[in-house]
C-alpha cells in the first residue's frame, strides 16, 4: 500500500486493513515506520471525521450518530428489531453482534471496522 492522505471512509478501510497487516512489526524497520506512519494518518481521519468522539468506543460513535448526524434512537431500534434491544445497547448492558454491526454499517455508513472495537461496558 502507498502511504497517501486519508480523504473518505474507503481510504480509512484500506488503512486499517494495512495497520492489521503491519500490526506488531518491530520498531525503526520500515514496516514499523509504515505502521506508526498509517495509525498517525488514522488517528488524525478519526478526530476529523467524528470530532468530540472516541471513535475507539463504537457505543459513543453510534451515540455521536444519534446526536449529531441526525440519526434517531428509534432507526436504530428499527434496524436492530426492538426498542429494547437498542436501549440495552446504548446503555451498555448489550453488546455489538457481528450482525448487527453490519446492519448499522451498511444503513448509517460507518465504517464496521469502528464498530467491531471493543466498548465499555455499564458499571
Same mark, same amino acid.
Not at 486519508?6 to 481510504?11: A, L
Not at 437498542?86 to 460507518?110: D, F, P
Given at each position: 500500500?502507498?502511504?497517501?492522505?486519508?480523504?473518505?471512509?474507503?481510504?480509512?478501510?484500506?488503512?486499517?486493513?494495512?495497520?492489521?497487516?503491519?500490526?506488531?512489526?518491530?520498531?525503526?524497520? #520500515?514496516? @514499523?515506520?509504515?505502521?506508526?506512519? %498509517? /495509525?498517525? *494518518?488514522?488517528?488524525?481521519?478519526?478526530? +476529523?471525521?467524528?470530532?468530540?468522539?472516541?471513535?475507539?468506543?463504537?457505543?459513543?460513535?453510534?451515540?455521536?450518530?444519534?446526536? #449529531?448526524? @441526525?440519526?434517531?434512537?428509534?432507526? %436504530? /431500534?428499527? *434496524?436492530?428489531?426492538?426498542?429494547?434491544? +437498542?436501549?440495552?445497547?446504548?446503555?451498555?448492558?448489550?453488546?455489538?453482534?457481528?450482525?448487527?454491526?453490519?446492519?448499522?454499517?451498511?444503513?448509517?455508513?460507518?465504517?464496521?471496522? %469502528?464498530?467491531?472495537?471493543?466498548?465499555?461496558?455499564?458499571?
Amino acid at each position: 500500500m502507498e502511504i497517501r492522505p486519508i480523504r473518505n471512509d474507503e481510504d480509512h478501510a484500506a488503512a486499517v486493513r494495512e495497520i492489521e497487516k503491519l500490526w506488531g512489526a518491530a520498531i525503526g524497520t #520500515e514496516e @514499523g515506520d509504515k505502521l506508526d506512519i %498509517l /495509525a498517525t *494518518l488514522v488517528e488524525k481521519y478519526e478526530e +476529523a471525521r467524528w470530532p468530540g468522539v472516541d471513535a475507539s468506543d463504537p457505543i459513543d460513535l453510534l451515540n455521536y450518530a444519534i446526536e #449529531e448526524l @441526525g440519526h434517531t434512537q428509534a432507526e %436504530l /431500534a428499527e *434496524l436492530l428489531g426492538s426498542r429494547s434491544r +437498542a436501549s440495552e445497547l446504548l446503555n451498555r448492558r448489550r453488546s455489538l453482534t457481528v450482525e448487527m454491526i453490519h446492519k448499522i454499517s451498511g444503513a448509517w455508513k460507518i465504517p464496521a471496522d %469502528l464498530l467491531v472495537r471493543p466498548s465499555r461496558v455499564a458499571a
